[in-house]
């Protein structure tokens, strides 16, 4: 295979697979919700998971 067949290959593959993310089904994550509730519980288990740290006497 020469060098322009492979990179020939290449683009067309990542073409196929960019076109194939696009078109996938989104099944959650950063994009969707609100951004103040998951700061909001986030900090809230780093204080819980700090508070049992401190009771049980890792710290």
């Known amino acids: 295979m020469t060098a322009t067949a492979t990179a020939t290959a290449i683009a067309t593959a ?7 993310a696009e078109t996938r089904t ?18 809230t288990l780093v204080v819980v998971l700090a508070m049992l740290v401190t009771q049980a006497g890792l710290l």
Do not use: F, M, N, Q
């Open 14 to 20: 990542s073409a196929a697979t960019a076109e194939r």
């Open 26 to 43: 989104r099944t959650g994550g950063p994009e969707d919700g609100s951004k103040i509730l998951e700061h909001v519980l986030g900090w």
